[in-house]
């Protein structure tokens, strides 16, 4: 475990990134490993280049990148486009990790072929520009189908994340549009959604606005039900898509959230590392940051209780600020998958019986999508089907028409 130390040097580094002393900051973290070298060249923040507002472009039919870059930790701590953590630290960070192994590289990320249309576009407003890929079922003639918002970890891609959570198979067979938005290297070297940066915590600002406007622009051009559009995520993008639960809840009728954590509880890298740890960050004895904000879309959450990587803990962090869904009297069922993994969920229903809030504790699961498949990265093909259970949450809830 991380010493008394090396957490006193993190929240001197805390300190001293929100005082704007990047540099201090990072001499501080590299004092807590002496055989680190110096300061890496940080990454740009956005790409540059003129934007225009809500436009939608296709690209083409194939992915613009095959495969993830080599894999450290889906929940993109290590960079950020304030500092770099020197590779010794990185390095010590990661014998936290857990969960089943992981090649270091997914060789072959590419879902099984749908009968649908899986295809690459590009959406850009005044923010900024991301590039995506879209599935529409073959079943799809134009009706108000419902679109749910797919948000890869770090390293990650939408081929990849496509492939890992099978989620256009499920697509294809429930009859839903799903949109995989993807974080370039320019704005996360390891291709993480920011969701550590201040900028990238607010409405009308940041990532969360691009995000935003793209299931917009995708449901004026394909005529979807605007009530339901669904967020989920992974890690990174897990914590993403809890953010705009917290930013968007006039946008999104459910969300997602696997290995993720709470909104607004860092805006610095050593805040991030903190909360990734369990027990350091301004919810483990610190100011609590992220207390005041609460969302009242409806929620389920998937967490492993072996994952080192991102602390279970932060799964009830993440479910305290859903807290305004908690009923008395939740329901609470034991489980277990054939061959697999065991678990816990707890429900919180609403007047009429609906599910409001889940919360799935994975038995023996790492850090890495319940129920995936190894086609992509990250997957724990043992544990339940967080995917599938993830649509059948969803598909209980859409916005009321007061919402839209």
């Given at each position: 475990?991380?010493?008394?130390?090396?957490?006193?040097?993190?929240?001197?580094?805390?300190?001293?990134?929100?005082?704007?002393?990047?540099?201090?900051?990072?001499?501080?973290?590299?004092?807590?490993?002496?055989?680190?070298?110096?300061?890496?060249?940080?990454?740009?923040?956005?790409?540059?280049?003129?934007?225009?507002?809500?436009?939608?472009?296709?690209?083409?039919?194939?992915?613009?990148?095959?495969?993830?870059?080599?894999?450290?930790?889906?929940?993109?701590?290590?960079?950020?486009?304030?500092?770099?953590?020197?590779a010794a630290w990185r390095?010590?960070?990661?014998?936290?990790?857990?969960?089943?192994?992981?090649?270091?590289?997914?060789?072959?990320?590419?879902?099984?072929?749908?009968?649908?249309?899986?295809?690459?576009?590009?959406?850009?407003?005044?923010?900024?520009?991301?590039?995506?890929?879209?599935?529409?079922?073959?079943?799809?003639?134009?009706?108000?189908?419902?679109?749910?918002?797919?948000?890869?970890?770090?390293?990650?891609?939408?081929?990849?994340?496509?492939?890992?959570?099978?989620?256009?198979?499920?697509?294809?067979?429930?009859?839903?549009?799903?949109?995989?938005?993807?974080?370039?290297?320019?704005?996360?070297?390891?291709?993480?959604?920011?969701?550590?940066?201040?900028?990238?915590?607010?409405?009308?600002?940041?990532?969360?606005?691009?995000?935003?406007?793209?299931?917009?622009?995708?449901?004026?051009?394909?005529?979807?039900?605007?009530?339901?559009?669904?967020?989920?995520?992974?890690?990174?993008?897990?914590?993403?898509?809890?953010?705009?639960?917290?930013?968007?809840?006039?946008?999104?009728?459910?969300?997602?959230?696997?290995?993720?954590?709470?909104?607004?509880?860092?805006?610095?890298?050593?805040?991030?590392?903190?909360?990734?740890?369990?027990?350091?960050?301004?919810?483990?004895?610190?100011?609590?940051?992220?207390?005041?904000?609460?969302?009242?879309?409806?929620?389920?959450?998937?967490?492993?209780?072996?994952?080192?990587?991102?602390?279970?803990?932060?799964?009830?962090?993440?479910?305290?600020?859903?807290?305004?869904?908690?009923?008395?009297?939740?329901?609470?069922?034991?489980?277990?998958?054939?061959?697999?993994?065991?678990y816990t969920r707890t429900?919180?229903?609403?007047?009429?019986?609906?599910?409001?809030?889940?919360?799935?504790?994975?038995?023996?699961?790492?850090?890495?999508?319940?129920?995936?498949?190894?086609?992509?990265?990250?997957?724990?093909?043992?544990?339940?089907?967080?995917?599938?259970?993830?649509?059948?949450?969803?598909?209980?809830?859409?916005?009321?028409?007061?919402?839209?």
């Amino acid at each position: 475990m991380i010493d008394a130390t090396m957490t006193k040097r993190m929240e001197e580094a805390t300190r001293l990134t929100r005082a704007g002393k990047l540099q201090e900051a990072m001499a501080v973290l590299q004092g807590a490993i002496p055989e680190s070298s110096g300061v890496e060249t940080p990454d740009t923040a956005y790409s540059e280049g003129n934007t225009f507002d809500g436009t939608c472009e296709v690209i083409d039919e194939e992915s613009t990148e095959s495969n993830p870059e080599p894999a450290k930790s889906p929940a993109g701590a290590f960079t950020s486009g304030d500092i770099k953590v020197p590779a010794a630290w990185r390095d010590k960070w990661m014998k936290f990790r857990g969960g089943i192994v992981q090649p270091e590289q997914a060789p072959s990320a590419s879902e099984e072929p749908q009968p649908g249309t899986f295809t690459a576009g590009r959406f850009t407003n005044h923010v900024g520009t991301r590039d995506y890929k879209l599935y529409i079922p073959s079943g799809y003639t134009g009706q108000a189908l419902p679109l749910v918002v797919m948000l890869h970890g770090c390293t990650q891609n939408p081929d990849d994340f496509a492939a890992g959570t099978q989620m256009n198979r499920l697509a294809e067979e429930q009859l839903c549009c799903v949109l995989y938005p993807a974080q370039p290297a320019t704005a996360n070297t390891s291709k993480c959604w920011n969701w550590f940066k201040t900028e990238d915590q607010q409405r009308e600002g940041g990532e969360p606005e691009i995000i935003a406007g793209m299931p917009r622009q995708i449901i004026a051009t394909h005529g979807l039900d605007k009530s339901r559009v669904y967020v989920a995520g992974l890690s990174a993008g897990a914590a993403m898509a809890t953010t705009l639960a917290m930013t968007y809840p006039d946008l999104f009728a459910a969300v997602g959230v696997h290995s993720g954590l709470p909104h607004g509880v860092a805006q610095s890298l050593p805040d991030a590392l903190g909360v990734m740890q369990g027990g350091t960050g301004p919810l483990g004895g610190g100011k609590s940051k992220g207390a005041s904000w609460a969302s009242e879309v409806p929620a389920i959450i998937f967490h492993g209780d072996r994952d080192t990587t991102v602390h279970p803990r932060n799964a009830d962090r993440v479910a305290a600020q859903y807290s305004k869904l908690r009923q008395a009297g939740a329901s609470v069922e034991q489980g277990k998958v054939v061959n697999g993994h065991g678990y816990t969920r707890t429900t919180h229903h609403n007047a009429k019986g609906n599910p409001q809030l889940e919360q799935w504790r994975i038995h023996g699961a790492g850090h890495a999508w319940s129920g995936g498949s190894t086609k992509g990265s990250y997957t724990d093909p043992i544990g339940p089907d967080a995917s599938k259970e993830m649509l059948r949450f969803f598909f209980i809830h859409r916005l009321a028409s007061s919402q839209l």
